[in-house]
């Protein structure tokens, strides 16, 4: 598991409330929301590896 490193984050109150509204509707935490929402632009900007996908054992 990686290590996680806390920080302050100032945000309008308004994209914050639209991101908690988010996290809920997925299930998730606020802060989940926002390591997803980050991890899929880092990705999607080319800054970040895309998440290695796990295939099932495959028996011959």
Same mark, same amino acid.
């Given at each position: 598991?990686?290590? #996680?490193?806390?920080?302050?984050?100032?945000?309008?109150e308004e994209k914050l409330?639209?991101?908690? #509204?988010?996290? /809920?509707?997925?299930?998730? /935490?606020?802060?989940?929301? &926002?390591?997803?929402?980050i991890d899929r632009? &880092?990705?999607?900007?080319?800054?970040? #590896?895309?998440? #290695? /996908?796990?295939?099932?054992?495959?028996?011959?």
């Amino acid at each position: 598991m990686a290590n #996680k490193k806390a920080f302050a984050l100032r945000i309008d109150e308004e994209k914050l409330a639209a991101v908690e #509204k988010w996290a /809920s509707d997925e299930f998730r /935490s606020t802060n989940g929301q &926002l390591e997803w929402i980050i991890d899929r632009a &880092l990705r999607e900007a080319g800054r970040q #590896k895309k998440a #290695k /996908s796990v295939e099932p054992n495959k028996e011959e």
